[in-house]
């Protein structure tokens, strides 16, 4: 089967409604995810959105907020223009539909997160995401030129080289095979712009609070179609997720500590005041390693996030999800401390773009989670990920739409999806044990504390798994299950080989054998060139 469509979207988070919604008006979408549409990572987000409300706002306490959480790594021009962006990302959102809360005298009601030096979080109660995701749903399925292909997940990019069988002087996305999950067949997509809008990759790790669709596939397949990516080894790690032994990892929003809750000991002893200057509100990475340090040192499986002396109805009324979720494992915040632990929680680095977010393969646009931009750096300011998710789908609307305009190229003649001599598996064991054992060695090795010794035998473990990876796929029939474990494996590689890089501790990168920030030596992006093509 073969499709075809001006623009090719594959993820339905904010990223790619976003960009949908931009270009749905000038030709035809056809928007792929490979659950339901609004199950995302979007559709999770508790905090919010960081803004500065109006053109008259403070973009340079914005502007200062997010470098000194990227520990200097964020480019400058990058911070500068996605802030000033967030007016207008504002405005496009409530003219899609969102509702963000408003206080007593009908203003909207900014809330403040960690590393944050001022109110600027747009929110809509703890439920930001889910209410974005609801509107930007509602506005692409009553879109006449949106096509809208659920169940379906990417197995790989088509590029003018890999059509050609061989190199040429600027390769081009020219679309992607996408596997329909519930008929098991492969469709190949022609496209004139194909965008990668697939999230993050925290199931690479055994401990996160990512929904199982983020397993890195935008970051893989991009990197197999010889696009790079820059800063894999900043991973975050959130600090303050449920710990329950009967729940699924559930993020317990910064906005918590926004509002005055306390990380405490199982004793009650507030840790965070001697950690960092803006205690329990300190950047991300700081207090994700002062809680792992708390737990290693006093042998706890936990810490304590404490708001009980605000009122239980400020409490139910602030964080209506937080609460119930709480509730329904026993735990009433309202008048205990609610058990928490770090947990892989969001990819600052990915597919290196422009600022248009476009990768080194021409008409590859990488939006959102997927994609290294620059804004982030070592660590990402809180809420910055929403901004960054519309305002580069903006940015690549606008360049897309320019090139459509000037030069629309022609659909290309695509070899369909040959499965040659493949067969169905029996051995599906094969691939939940991989799987497991990938995200475990990650967890272990490749987590909030590291060192050259647990990294290298962590690289040595992926490689020989993806050599069973390898064989296994292309002598067996596709699955999800298959792809996403080729994926993750990527992936964790593609982490472990930049923390090898990496001599220094910076952000979320900390190692045992290089305990101190370098700027003098490495105050750079590190970047792994896109997987070479072979023919």
């Given at each position: ?271 965070m005041n001697d950690q960092h200057s803006l205690k329990d509100l300190a950047p991300r990475d700081i207090v994700a390693r002062a809680i792992d340090h708390q737990m290693k040192i006093y042998g706890d499986d ?234």
């Amino acid at each position: 089967m073969k499709l075809t469509a001006d623009f090719l979207v594959i993820g339905s988070g904010i990223a790619g409604l976003s960009y949908a919604l931009k270009v749905a008006d000038k030709g035809s979408v056809l928007l792929v995810t490979k659950r339901q549409i609004d199950y995302t990572a979007t559709s999770l987000a508790q905090g919010g959105i960081a803004a500065v409300a109006s053109e008259q706002g403070d973009f340079a306490s914005h502007v200062e907020d997010t470098m000194v959480a990227g520990a200097d790594l964020s480019h400058p021009d990058i911070v500068d223009l996605t802030v000033r962006k967030g007016p207008q990302a504002i405005a496009d959102l409530i003219s899609w539909g969102v509702e963000f809360s408003r206080n007593d005298q009908n203003e909207y009601d900014m809330t403040r997160e960690g590393g944050h030096s001022q109110r600027r979080i747009f929110h809509a109660k703890d439920a930001t995401g889910r209410e974005i995701e609801r509107a930007l749903v509602a506005a692409a399925t009553r879109h006449p030129a949106i096509r809208i292909l659920e169940n379906h997940i990417a197995v790989d990019l088509i590029t003018e080289a890999k059509i050609r069988q061989t190199s040429v002087d600027e390769n081009r996305c020219l679309g992607a095979y996408v596997l329909d999950i519930e008929q098991q067949e492969v469709i190949t997509i022609g496209a004139r712009f194909t965008v990668l809008a697939t999230g993050g990759a925290g199931k690479v790790y055994l401990y996160t609070c990512n929904p199982d669709v983020a397993t890195g596939d935008g970051v893989a397949i991009a990197w197999r179609a010889g696009a790079a990516v820059a800063n894999m080894e900043f991973m975050q790690f959130h600090p303050t997720t449920l710990y329950h032994p009967k729940a699924k990892p559930f993020l317990i929003s910064e906005a918590v500590r926004g509002e005055g809750a306390i990380l405490r000991r199982r004793d009650g002893t507030a840790f965070m005041n001697d950690q960092h200057s803006l205690k329990d509100l300190a950047p991300r990475d700081i207090v994700a390693r002062a809680i792992d340090h708390q737990m290693k040192i006093y042998g706890d499986d936990c810490v304590f996030l404490d708001i009980t002396h605000k009122s239980a109805d400020y409490i139910q009324d602030r964080f209506p999800t937080i609460y119930e979720t709480c509730l329904s494992y026993g735990i009433d915040m309202t008048r205990e401390p609610i058990p928490v632990v770090p947990a892989a929680h969001y990819l600052c680095g990915g597919v290196q773009v422009d600022s248009y977010g476009e990768s080194g393969v021409r008409d590859l646009f990488v939006i959102g989670e997927s994609a290294s931009t620059g804004l982030h750096g070592a660590n990402r300011l809180a809420s910055n990920s929403l901004l960054e998710g519309i305002v580069f789908a903006s940015r690549a609307a606008e360049i897309s739409l320019q090139r459509l305009v000037a030069a629309r190229p022609d659909f290309p003649d695509i070899v369909p999806w040959d499965s040659g001599d493949a067969t169905n598996s029996d051995e599906e064991v094969i691939v939940a044990h991989n799987w497991d054992e990938i995200r475990r060695c990650m967890w272990n090795y490749v987590g909030i504390v590291r060192s050259d010794k647990r990294l290298s035998r962590a690289l040595s473990r992926i490689q020989l798994i993806q050599q069973e990876i390898v064989e296994y796929y292309w002598n067996f029939h596709i699955t999800s299950d298959l792809i996403e474990l080729r994926n993750i494996a990527t992936v964790a590689e593609l982490i472990v080989k930049s923390a090898l890089q990496r001599k220094e501790s910076r952000g979320l990168h900390f190692t045992l054998d290089y305990p101190q920030r370098d700027d003098q030596n490495c105050k750079y992006d590190t970047v792994i060139p896109g997987a070479t093509l072979s023919f």
